[in-house]
T-cell receptor
Framework: AQTVTQSQPEMSVQEAETVTLSCTYD???????LFWYKQPPSRQMILVIR??????QNATENRFSVNFQKAAKSFSLKISDSQLGDAAMYFC????????????FGTGTRLKVLA | DAGVTQSPTHLIKTRGQQVTLRCSPK?????VSWYQQALGQGPQFIFQ???????QRGNFPDRFSGHQFPNYSSELNVNALLLGDSALYLC????????????????FGEGSRLTVL
């Protein structure tokens, strides 16, 4: 069974600085999807970025980028030029490409942005 | 474009009672998934509905049941509530296609916070 681990319960970053959130996963599959979701205090989960395992190039969305290390089963999220609005819970998630419809989430990392 | 809407936002029940939570998917979506998020934890998959049938189920007891209506909206029912059922219940919608692109990206509602006393 696949598992997702986020070992940082909480992280802090100064406004305008860069922070990296860690995520590792375990799977025997060769193809899969990985996601980072943001959950602000309003509770609504919002997709931040996604990565297809067959793509070697790391995904980027504006200030958000990932470092995808397939052999190490690592999928970290880098937030550049951190803003106060980035403060939230961040969840790493895994999904198989077919045969299952569920997402497997990590336990989350709470990001605090200091003014 | 209306996103995923859930109701109620908060509710309090006592042990042994039954609860029904409701979800309307994002416009254009035909698939609804339900997740349970306990305090301090990540969401856990309960089940997914597609074409009015339960397509896959997570590791939850039969006390958790659901339904999907012809307009794609969905209900989550929990019977014989336990204290441990206290959680945020998230509904997520997506399109029915699973493999290939798009990736069946989930769009979440704001959740229903259930407290069992």
């Amino acid at each position: 069974a696949q598992t997702v681990t986020q070992s940082q319960p909480e992280m802090s970053v100064q406004e305008a600085e860069t922070v990296t959130l860690s995520c590792t996963y375990d799977t025997s599959e060769s193809d899969y999807y990985l996601f980072w979701y943001k959950q602000p205090p309003s509770r609504q989960m919002i997709l931040v970025i996604r990565q297809e395992a067959y793509k070697q190039q790391n995904a980027t969305e504006n200030r958000f980028s990932v470092n995808f290390q397939k052999a190490a089963k690592s999928f970290s999220l880098k937030i550049s030029d951190s803003q106060l609005g980035d403060a939230a819970m961040y969840f790493c998630a895994y999904r198989s490409p077919s045969g299952t419809y569920k997402y497997i989430f990590g336990t989350g990392t709470r990001l605090k942005v200091l003014a | 474009d209306a996103g995923v809407t859930q109701s109620p936002t908060h509710l309090i029940k006592t042990r042994g009672q039954q609860v029904t939570l409701r979800c309307s998917p994002k416009s254009g979506h035909d698939t609804v998934s339900w997740y349970q998020q306990a305090l301090g934890q990540g969401p856990q998959f309960i089940f997914q509905y597609y074409e009015e049938e339960e397509r896959q189920r997570g590791n939850f007891p039969d006390r958790f049941s659901g339904h999907q209506f012809p307009n794609y909206s969905s209900e989550l029912n929990v019977n014989a509530l336990l204290l441990g059922d206290s959680a945020l219940y998230l509904c997520a919608s997506s399109t029915g296609r699973l493999s290939g692109y798009p990736t069946g990206e989930l769009f979440f509602g704001e959740g229903s916070r259930l407290t069992v006393l």
